[in-house]
């Protein structure tokens, strides 16, 4: 009887050390798998890709970026160029040393947080073997600059943030033209046309705080003077009234606006039902083309300066671009999309000009060849070659509204 007893309870603690041990592992498989109960399932192209070529091998290469959480449509932005890209490159695959191949876009949410995207990359690297990562934000690349070149893969970074380049880290591929490029010719050409004094209403992000330091000694030394400094946290604020009443109780001839679209027109907005008849310098998180159906038209968006619209481009793959962009995802391309598009094109031809589709350090060194190679229906926007040790070189593209439509504003 003791016996059995004994037994009885050996058997209890055995079960709930199983039970334990399930729920532990259950545990973890979510934390790696989701970074909330919204947030994006791993996703593969192979399973979910709309084509599929012939080609007997595959080329993973991996995405980390905000698909959940208040940055999910800027992150949904960055990975449709991708996708498209794939797509096209799988209808036939590419050959590299005699062997073809296709390409496997493997995505996982970060939701905008650094620490998030060094897991995801490790986790990219060692469960799918991918030489190359794309990261859609300046904090995620920080992050993945801590490790990479030791890690051995390479990192597709779309941000503007120059920083990134100055790490000296040579696995770091800058995709978008870096804001450093703006503000000279921002504050030239609302200057001139409205006056000198600057209210600065920006993103509260880290992004947004190095955006404003490149900004004001820029608008300082040409006789500016800054009359308000502030910012607003898009994650958390949704009524505006107050911080921009205050920026303009202080009488500014321009306001410096930016974060995501959307919420970035409904702060202009607000300015013009508070009476404000000066002009915008829109950093260019923010795009005018997706401001614009926000808003009702340009009217509102009278004398802002920004980024030219991809759909302005004149380049030799770009109407084509546009066109099948339309089609698939029913909304106009904006810079994330179609410069990441581009991008992935590169990429495959660089692996192409090296010899290599695994060996992160050779598609590097051959980023240069796959730019001069690229055929003229990729090429969505004018790319000159590379700069800054490893930053794609693009024609200049600053968009300024007047009289209702967006002019292409060189300096």
Not at 79 to 96: R, T
Not at 102 to 109: A, E, H, K, R, Y
Not at 159 to 174: D, F, H, R, W, Y
Not at 393 to 398: E, F, H, M, S, V
């Amino acid at each position: 009887m003791k016996f059995g007893k004994t037994l009885f309870v050996l058997l209890m603690v055995l079960v709930a050390i199983m039970v334990m041990a399930g729920c532990a592992a259950s545990s973890v498989s979510n934390s790696n798998s989701e970074s909330s109960s919204n947030a994006k399932q791993t996703k593969d192209t192979k399973t979910d890709g709309k084509t599929s070529s012939s080609a007997e091998n595959t080329v993973n290469i991996g995405f980390s970026g905000p698909l959940s959480g208040p940055a999910a449509y800027y992150g949904e932005n960055t990975l449709s160029g991708l996708e498209m890209a794939v797509d096209e490159i799988n209808e036939e695959g590419f050959e590299v040393d005699g062997k073809t191949y296709d390409i496997n876009l493997v995505t996982l949410d970060d939701q905008y947080l650094p620490n998030e995207t060094g897991t995801n990359a490790r986790r990219l690297v060692q469960e799918n073997n991918t030489p190359v990562i794309f990261v859609p934000h300046s904090g995620g690349v920080f992050a993945t600059q801590v490790f990479n070149e030791k890690e051995n893969f390479l990192i597709a970074a779309y941000t503007s943030e120059p920083k990134i380049m100055e790490q000296n880290n040579s696995l770091t591929l800058g995709i978008p033209p870096a804001y450093s490029a703006y503000p000279e010719p921002f504050t030239k050409y609302e200057m001139e046309r409205f006056g000198k004094k600057i209210a600065l209403l920006p993103t509260a992000s880290q992004y947004g705080k190095d955006w404003t330091d490149a900004l004001k000694p820029v608008w300082e030394e040409n006789g500016g003077e800054v009359v308000f400094e502030g910012s607003i946290d898009f994650s958390k604020d949704t009524d505006f009234f107050s911080i921009v009443t205050k920026a303009l109780s202080n009488d500014p001839d321009v306001l410096f606006v930016g974060g995501p679209s959307q919420p970035t027109a409904l702060v202009i907005k607000q300015a013009r039902e508070l009476g404000f008849e000066g002009g915008f310098m829109v950093m260019d998180q923010a795009k005018i083309e997706e401001m614009e159906p926000v808003l009702g038209g340009l009217e509102q968006l009278e004398g802002a300066i920004g980024t030219l619209p991809i759909i302005e481009s004149d380049a030799s793959g770009a109407e084509e671009f546009i066109k099948k962009y339309k089609e698939r995802f029913d909304r106009i391309p904006t810079a994330e999309g179609a410069f990441n598009y581009q991008a992935m094109h590169v990429l495959v031809n660089a692996m192409k000009e090296s010899g290599s589709v695994d060996d992160p350090t050779k598609i590097m060194a051959s980023i240069e060849d796959g730019i001069k190679t690229l055929p003229d229906e990729n090429v969505v926007w004018h790319i000159n070659g590379l700069v800054n040790g490893g930053a794609f070189d693009w024609k200049p593209a600053i968009g300024v509204v007047e009289d209702g439509k967006v002019l292409n504003k060189d300096y």
